[in-house]
């Protein structure tokens, strides 16, 4: 069983930028796809950004496409989010999420894919 760890977030300007950290224990992260939900209030969690068990392969929400970078770090054990350009639609609790995979090239969409959660984080973007 894999502990999520997460880190970063907080206030930050229109147009500022943030990296959110998630890091893993208990099991090496080189076994779990992972991803980056949020959920702003009133509305339902969402991902934001996926990454296979590789690295090689990542997933990103339309709207934060060019803007957000998801990565990950074996040796650290953890995975980023990367956070530019932020917009005050960015606002909301910020999860990371793992699923334990054999396929090292598949990331994953949905939320009941994964079985592993953050304890999440709140990001806010004043206008």
Same mark, same amino acid.
């Given at each position: 069983?894999?502990?999520?760890?997460?880190?970063?977030?907080?206030?930050?300007?229109?147009?500022?930028?943030?990296?959110?950290?998630?890091?893993?224990?208990?099991?090496?992260?080189?076994?779990?796809?992972?991803?980056?939900?949020?959920?702003?209030?009133?509305?339902?969690?969402?991902?934001? =950004? %996926?990454? $296979?068990?590789?690295?090689?392969? #990542? &997933? /990103?929400?339309?709207?934060?496409?060019?803007?957000?970078?998801?990565?990950?770090?074996?040796?650290?054990?953890?995975?980023?989010?990367?956070?530019?350009?932020?917009?005050?639609?960015?606002?909301?609790?910020?999860?990371? =999420? %793992?699923? $334990?995979?054999?396929?090292?090239? #598949? &990331? /994953?969409?949905?939320?009941?894919?994964?079985?592993?959660?953050?304890?999440?984080?709140?990001?806010?973007?004043?206008?």
């Amino acid at each position: 069983q894999v502990q999520l760890v997460q880190s970063g977030g907080g206030l930050v300007q229109a147009g500022g930028s943030l990296r959110l950290s998630c890091a893993a224990s208990g099991r090496t992260i080189s076994n779990y796809a992972m991803g980056w939900f949020r959920q702003a209030p009133g509305k339902e969690r969402e991902l934001v =950004a %996926a990454i $296979s068990r590789s690295g090689s392969v #990542t &997933y /990103y929400k339309s709207s934060v496409k060019g803007r957000f970078t998801i990565s990950r770090d074996s040796a650290e054990n953890t995975v980023y989010l990367q956070m530019n350009s932020l917009k005050p639609e960015d606002t909301a609790v910020y999860y990371c =999420a %793992a699923k $334990s995979v054999y396929s090292g090239t #598949t &990331y /994953y969409l949905r939320e009941y894919d994964y079985t592993y959660w953050g304890q999440g984080t709140q990001v806010t973007v004043s206008s």
